[in-house]
């Protein structure tokens, strides 16, 4: 974005100023380069307020004075409603600034580049004709003042390194977006693959369950089963560890169809009609919210 602070610049060059120049009176003004894509709207109008500036027979740019205490956003305000009417615009800042001499003292003017949005453009003031043109037909113009094809020059520039700038910023905005969908397609095919060996590893934890639901209450502290309920307690803590959690039905619960799968005691899929789980045929599991494998459940 072109930037320019009016204080600052003023200061600057009034430090420049030789002795003799001091007293002379310091004139700041503006001109508008108001465009759309490539057209560039300009005027003809009879005023003259320079030597710099005289081309009374040609193409100008609107501007004038900036007024005693005004700001330059409210200079340029003005400036256009009372050349162009009310009309929609965006201040993308200044282009450059051109210091000249006259009879009036010293001065600078400042060249700000203005997008046109909308609204009706309107022959205003002292102004003959209005007229849209491409920078290529002011730059070979023969009735365009050498300031204004200077002004448009650095126009072109400013207005190319502004779009290679948001050319610059669109490749980092999609580069990241790039890495973001990286990382989400790497996390879901971690996610996919610790879903997958989860769902090899259950039906062995399945086992161990079966297994240990007809060990007789004599053979309980038996050391082989003691060992074998050690490796299924270390399943279920691995399962755990990696945001596994058991799905809880008790018989008695309400049938849940999210979290509950309704089968006959011969493992068939049936009609959940009536709501009350009577019997457990296999454990479900989730990871957070997400189901994995939903719990087969008698219902009656």
């Not at 204080?7 to 003799?20: G, W």
């Not at 006959?264 to 009609?273: A, D, K, M, P, R």
């Amino acid at each position: 974005m072109f930037c320019l602070d009016k204080n600052n610049f003023v200061n600057i060059e009034k430090t420049k100023m030789s002795e003799e120049k001091k007293n002379q009176l310091y004139q700041i003004s503006l001109k508008v380069v108001l465009y759309k894509d490539d057209k560039i709207l300009v005027l003809r109008d009879g005023k003259t307020h320079s030597e710099e500036h005289k081309k009374p027979e040609g193409w100008n740019l609107p501007g004038g004075r900036i007024l005693n205490d005004e700001k330059i956003e409210e200079a340029l305000a003005r400036e256009i409603k009372e050349e162009f009417g009310d009309i929609k615009y965006e201040i993308k800042g200044i282009i450059e600034s051109i210091k000249f001499t006259n009879s009036d003292g010293l001065g600078v003017v400042l060249y700000y580049a203005v997008e046109y949005i909308d609204g009706d453009i309107k022959l205003i003031r002292e102004n003959r004709e209005l007229k849209w043109l491409s920078t290529s037909e002011i730059l070979e113009g023969k009735d365009i003042a050498e300031w204004m094809k200077k002004a448009i020059v650095g126009f072109i520039k400013k207005n190319e390194l502004e779009n290679s700038l948001n050319n610059w910023k669109r490749t980092q905005a999609d580069f990241e977006n790039y890495k973001k969908r990286q990382a989400e397609a790497r996390n879901d095919l971690i996610k996919y693959s610790t879903e997958n060996i989860i769902l090899q590893i259950l039906p062995i934890l399945d086992n161990f369950h079966a297994s240990v639901a007809y060990i007789p209450e004599d053979q309980k502290n038996n050391p082989w089963v003691t060992g074998i309920m050690h490796i299924k307690k270390q399943m279920e803590d691995t399962l755990k560890d990696n945001g596994v959690d058991e799905i809880e039905a008790m018989i008695g619960d309400e049938f849940d169809p999210r979290l509950h799968e309704a089968v006959s005691e011969n493992q068939e899929l049936v009609e959940g009609e009536k709501n009350k789980i009577t019997k457990i045929i296999q454990n479900g599991y989730k990871i957070g919210e997400r189901v994995i494998r939903p719990a087969k459940v008698v219902v009656g």
